[in-house]
């Protein structure tokens, strides 16, 4: 199959695949309930049955696996190509701008919405690839499953689940990231830490915080309640902060008590840079009050300390490194909840290839010991294939015939449904140096870019399976 076939299929398909990731986006496919046939809540499931519907419509009909994950195949049932991403997606956060989060909206060559670029308008691409292999009559002596997860920002239960149940293709690809190839995803330090005290009574103290509601995302806001102090002393201390102008804080007295709200920007956890964490921020002002001395106000400066606001890369809690291939170690302080009788905490760590039990567990765990936390986590291991891997140059030369662009292995703190697939790699669908603000508001992708994307995947198929 020639290029000038491939790009003549795909000339005036960019409504199309517009009008397809939109049906997708409309859909609030964040965690929810388990329900029978939906094991996590209706959101998910229903972006699950509009895929399998379009694919349907596209003459490509899939099966729906006891709602755990879809496949749609193409070719015979020797299968040699996988290609894995999600439908569901993170909560839409606060600070969108071009329009709400799950209303899809086309500006300047630009799709904004939540999912458009993780992964739902990925997982189009791929399905408008096989649709093309079908359409253009190409033989395929093996056949391409594609894998559509509905849990890849809660756990990988999904995943894990089709894996028990079936064996690996040789050939794996995950479209949820960006382009080149990256062949290299960090390892993952994600423990759980708590301390405990008996009810207090001295004033002024805290009463309650409330930070991230996901892991592997920035907090865009946090809560805390404060008893003993007057909403003018926690203004002046707000105030004399000197934070970014992203961080806001709201302050509203109640029944005794005041309630402070912080609100900031979601990023992806793996990314922390590229938000402004609520969660760190409001520790910061705590600790900037007279809080008497107790317990709880000892955790709160002791959090404060191992997790202070703007440090991305864990240089206060001792586990900072970098290494050539894989780049440096990231920290998102991401999870708290705090009540009167004490606080359970996660931090979202993306380690290089470097990192060991012994430079990173070991030294997190003597931090948070003489800090008064007990801790529990394991190092979850990085994931790499080496560069000069066949499979590899295969992608290589179909992303650069299609691109125009030099290919390129890669390193990311992002983890992939790959990652603990032998062999397999996150291939696109994003390119180079584009900012598709994922996990954040106003998450968008380039048409343009996603219509490349299908034409490289359809090559790819046709490479490897033909």
Same mark, same amino acid.
């Given at each position: 199959? %020639? +290029?000038?076939?491939?790009?003549?299929? *795909?000339?005036?398909?960019?409504?199309?695949?517009?009008?397809?990731?939109?049906?997708?986006?409309?859909?609030?496919? !964040?965690?929810?309930?388990?329900? =029978?046939?939906?094991?996590? &809540?209706?959101?998910?499931?229903?972006?699950?049955?509009?895929?399998?519907?379009?694919?349907?419509?596209?003459?490509?009909?899939?099966?729906?696996?006891?709602?755990?994950?879809? !496949?749609?195949?193409?070719?015979?049932? %020797?299968?040699?190509?996988?290609?894995?991403?999600?439908?569901?997606?993170?909560?839409?956060?606060?600070?969108? !701008?071009?329009?709400?989060?799950?209303?899809? /909206?086309?500006?300047?060559?630009?799709?904004?919405?939540?999912?458009?670029? $993780?992964?739902?308008? =990925?997982?189009?691409?791929?399905?408008?690839?096989?649709?093309?292999?079908? $359409?253009?009559?190409?033989?395929?002596? +093996?056949?391409?499953?594609?894998?559509?997860?509905?849990?890849?920002?809660?756990?990988?239960? %999904?995943?894990?689940?089709?894996?028990?149940?079936?064996?690996?293709?040789?050939?794996?690809?995950?479209?949820?990231?960006?382009?080149?190839?990256?062949?290299?995803? /960090?390892?993952?330090?994600?423990?759980?830490?708590?301390?405990?005290?008996?009810?207090?009574?001295?004033?002024?103290?805290?009463?309650?915080?409330?930070?991230?509601?996901?892991?592997?995302?920035?907090?865009?806001?946090?809560?805390?309640?404060?008893? &003993?102090?007057?909403?003018?002393?926690?203004? +002046?201390?707000?105030?004399?902060?000197?934070?970014?102008?992203?961080?806001?804080? !709201?302050? @509203?007295?109640?029944?005794?008590?005041?309630?402070?709200?912080?609100?900031?920007?979601?990023?992806?956890?793996?990314?922390?840079?590229?938000?402004?964490?609520?969660?760190?921020?409001?520790?910061?002002?705590?600790?900037?009050?007279?809080? #008497?001395?107790?317990?709880?106000?000892?955790?709160?400066?002791?959090?404060?300390?191992?997790?202070?606001?703007? %440090?991305?890369?864990?240089? #206060?809690?001792?586990?900072?490194?970098?290494?050539?291939?894989?780049?440096?170690?990231?920290?998102?302080?991401?999870?708290?909840?705090?009540?009167? @009788?004490? *606080?359970?905490?996660?931090?979202?760590?993306?380690?290089?290839?470097?990192?060991?039990?012994?430079?990173?567990? +070991?030294?997190?765990?003597?931090?948070?010991?003489?800090?008064? *936390?007990?801790?529990?986590?394991?190092?979850?291991?990085?994931?790499?294939?080496?560069?000069?891997?066949?499979?590899?140059?295969?992608?290589?030369?179909?992303?650069?015939?299609?691109?125009?662009?030099?290919?390129?292995?890669?390193?990311?703190?992002?983890?992939?449904?790959?990652?603990?697939?032998?062999?397999?790699?996150?291939?696109?669908?994003?390119?180079? &140096?584009?900012?598709?603000?994922?996990?954040?508001?106003?998450?968008?992708?380039?048409?343009?870019?996603?219509?490349?994307?299908?034409?490289?995947?359809?090559?790819?198929?046709?490479?490897?399976?033909?």
């Amino acid at each position: 199959m %020639d +290029q000038a076939r491939i790009e003549q299929y *795909f000339s005036g398909r960019e409504g199309q695949l517009v009008e397809a990731v939109s049906r997708l986006v409309r859909i609030d496919s !964040t965690l929810g309930d388990t329900q =029978p046939g939906q094991p996590f &809540g209706p959101g998910p499931a229903a972006a699950l049955e509009e895929f399998l519907d379009l694919s349907r419509q596209w003459g490509l009909p899939g099966k729906n696996l006891e709602g755990y994950v879809g !496949t749609v195949d193409l070719g015979g049932p %020797d299968i040699a190509l996988h290609i894995l991403g999600h439908l569901d997606v993170v909560p839409a956060g606060e600070g969108w !701008t071009v329009t709400d989060a799950f209303t899809p /909206k086309l500006v300047d060559g630009l799709l904004y919405g939540r999912g458009t670029d $993780d992964d739902k308008g =990925p997982l189009v691409a791929a399905l408008m690839a096989m649709k093309a292999v079908k $359409d253009l009559e190409v033989p395929l002596k +093996q056949g391409v499953r594609l894998i559509l997860g509905t849990d890849e920002e809660t756990g990988f239960r %999904d995943i894990r689940w089709y894996y028990d149940r079936h064996p690996y293709a040789p050939y794996t690809i995950s479209p949820d990231a960006d382009f080149p190839i990256i062949n290299i995803e /960090k390892g993952h330090y994600q423990p759980t830490f708590s301390a405990a005290w008996p009810i207090e009574e001295a004033l002024p103290r805290v009463t309650s915080i409330t930070g991230g509601p996901r892991l592997n995302m920035v907090p865009p806001m946090a809560r805390a309640t404060l008893l &003993g102090l007057e909403e003018a002393a926690v203004q +002046q201390a707000i105030d004399g902060l000197g934070l970014e102008p992203e961080i806001r804080f !709201t302050l @509203t007295p109640q029944n005794g008590a005041l309630h402070i709200h912080c609100a900031g920007q979601n990023a992806h956890g793996s990314t922390p840079e590229e938000g402004h964490n609520a969660q760190t921020a409001l520790l910061t002002l705590l600790c900037a009050l007279p809080l #008497a001395p107790c317990p709880s106000t000892q955790a709160i400066h002791n959090l404060n300390r191992l997790f202070p606001h703007g %440090d991305f890369t864990g240089q #206060a809690l001792g586990i900072a490194q970098r290494d050539e291939l894989s780049g440096h170690l990231s920290l998102a302080f991401t999870l708290l909840n705090l009540n009167e @009788t004490g *606080f359970e905490a996660r931090f979202d760590s993306r380690t290089p290839l470097c990192g060991t039990e012994a430079t990173i567990c +070991q030294v997190t765990e003597a931090a948070m010991t003489q800090a008064g *936390f007990t801790i529990k986590g394991a190092l979850e291991s990085p994931h790499h294939v080496s560069a000069d891997t066949p499979f590899l140059g295969i992608l290589a030369k179909c992303y650069e015939q299609y691109s125009g662009r030099k290919s390129q292995c890669i390193a990311i703190g992002g983890g992939t449904y790959v990652h603990d697939i032998p062999g397999g790699v996150a291939f696109g669908a994003s390119m180079p &140096g584009f900012v598709s603000n994922l996990h954040g508001p106003d998450e968008r992708v380039n048409v343009a870019d996603l219509l490349t994307a299908a034409k490289i995947f359809t090559q790819v198929i046709i490479d490897l399976c033909s």
